[in-house]
């Protein structure tokens, strides 16, 4: 049965399709205004069909590697994937075409732009324009395109960033652009230096020829600082609370489900794929990225813990999440064991996270704000209610969800190596998020006896438009769990193409 699948789909390049579909998508929604809408659901499902497509066949026939134009390298442009880049793929365009859905059914309704923000026309375009940056980033198999790719990333998040019309979105968008902006500079520094000294920018050539010179460590460690910063690895995420926070929902979703992804996998592409078999990323630097993560657990899950805004509890999760992934890195030191971790808490946080920004869009339209202190309110729909829960077990890592097993990965690996501080660490920090969560459900499910009397209620939120979206998103986060060893198997498929 696979064997004809796979030969059906091998007809097609399905790469080009998932960059070239949302980028003349983007480039129709822009042209045609009114029917931007209609053009943005139909790229981003016929993109995310793609996705599907190419992770069926990476899965059956191995990694991907096409010279575009016939031309190899160095001469020409490489597009490649393996394992990781398919499970990040299609991460992506599932989560992706599902906020796309919920943003067309919510953007129906009739709402203010500067409440609704993602009817405006503007969404459109820049979405499709992030969904093409994105699939070209997993795709791209040299440090200069990576970069181009990145960029188009980062400008695209900005602008959706400041969708919402608000001041304070304002703000934090153009802090998230110069954020950007300065590191994008210096990771283009360290590809200069790279290919100053060596003449090759495709990780492949780049990878035979590299050796550990000065200039080759000064170019690792400002590639690595430039993609920490577009991360938000602490300390240097200041920037994400706020433009997560003040964001409209669709946008926060696909800022913290997404676009923090894509720094983190070039972080990883090039420490696995770059620098660790050139003999260069030693164990010292590990340790800092493993560390700082390490304090973005525990700073994240603290103000998790204490935010006011049920926004910026979410949003201050993803700083903790991150700082998960980046621990990591020093669990690679004798090989790729942690990766199917750092998979796992990859995709479990995007669909978990995607879930709570867009069922805090419900929250804000019924109560008018998202204050914690308002969650008691009798007037919530139970789905938003069952949305918060399910998403909550997954970013614990309570079971069966694929939260569950990308903490339980990583512990394993962490006493497998040794370190045991980090093992405290992740339990900690799992203390710290079951808090945070706790401190939501616990108002959620407040007893009727026990809430105030409210007697105005902001718009009606108890559409089914509003509910469906995130609550399968959160019971995706939880059902990843249960596919067994399927993602780690993907995971582990591995090839000289990147």
């Known amino acids: 049965m696979s064997d004809s699948v796979s030969a059906l789909l091998a007809g097609v390049d399905w790469a080009a399709v998932a960059i070239l579909t949302p980028l003349a998508g983007g480039a129709a929604a822009f042209v045609l205004p009114d029917r931007a809408r209609a053009i943005g659901v139909a790229a981003s499902v016929t993109t995310a069909a793609a996705a599907v497509a190419l992770v069926w066949l990476i ?4 990694p991907y590697d096409l010279a575009v134009g016939g031309w190899s390298a160095p001469l020409g442009i490489r597009i490649a994937a393996d394992g990781l880049s398919a499970v990040l793929i299609g991460m992506t365009n ?3 075409a ?6 067309a059914l919510t953007g129906r309704q009739t709402k203010p732009v500067a409440e609704a923000g993602v009817a405006a026309w503007g969404f ?12 070209a980033l997993y795709l791209s198999a040299d440090i200069f395109n990576l970069y181009v790719t990145l960029e188009i990333i980062g400008l695209s998040a900005a602008g959706l960033a400041a969708l919402s019309g608000k001041a304070e979105a304002f703000k934090a968008a153009i802090r998230y652009l110069l954020v950007g902006i300065i590191a994008s500079l ?36 400002a590639m690595l600082a430039a993609l920490a910063m577009k991360s938000a690895l602490f ?43 050139a003999g260069v990323g030693g164990e010292a630097i590990a340790t800092v990225l493993g560390v700082l993560g390490a304090c973005a657990v525990l700073w994240g899950g603290v103000q998790a813990l204490i935010a006011k805004r049920l926004k910026l509890v979410v949003a201050y999760s993803t700083v903790a999440q991150v700082g998960y992934l980046f621990m990591c890195f020093p669990l690679w030191a004798d090989g790729r064991e942690a990766l199917a971790a750092f998979a796992y808490l990859a995709v479990a946080h995007a669909f978990a996270k995607s879930a709570l920004f867009l069922a805090c869009e419900q929250v804000q339209r019924t109560l008018g704000d998202d204050q914690v202190s308002s969650l008691s309110k009798p007037e919530l729909p139970g789905a938003v209610k069952v949305t918060f829960a399910l998403a909550a077990v997954s970013l614990v890592g309570l079971p069966p969800s694929g939260g569950f097993i990308g903490k339980w990965l990583l512990l394993e690996s962490t006493l ?3 370190l045991t501080v980090w093992t405290v660490i992740v339990l900690c920090g799992t203390l710290l998020s079951a808090a945070a969560m706790a401190r939501v459900l616990a108002r959620f499910f407040a007893p009727e006896g026990q809430a105030a009397a409210h007697p105005q209620v902001v718009g009606d939120a108890a559409s089914w438009r509003f509910s469906l979206t995130p609550l399968l998103l959160a019971v995706a986060a939880v059902g990843i769990g249960l596919l067994g060893a399927w993602p780690v198997e993907l995971v582990g498929i591995v090839g000289t193409a990147q």
Do not use: C
């Not at 599902?98 to 943003?103: D, G, I, K, N």
């Open 59 to 62: 899965a059956t026939a191995g």
């Open 94 to 96: 599932l989560v992706g």
């Open 98 to 103: 599902s906020v796309a859905v919920h943003a």
């Open 124 to 135: 459109w375009p820049l979405w499709l324009l992030l969904l093409a940056g994105l699939n």
């Open 186 to 221: 210096v990771y283009l520094l360290g590809v200069t230096l790279l290919f100053a000294q060596y003449g090759v920018l495709d990780l492949g050539g780049l990878r035979a020829v590299m050796v550990p010179a000065p200039a080759t460590q000064f170019a690792m460690v």
């Open 235 to 277: 300390p240097l995420h200041g920037w994400l609370p706020p433009a997560h926070g003040n964001a409209t929902s669709p946008v926060s979703a696909l800022l913290s489900a997404l676009v923090v992804k894509a720094s983190l996998y070039m972080a990883v592409r090039l420490w696995l794929d770059l620098y660790q078999p």
């Open 416 to 418: 497998s190596h040794g």
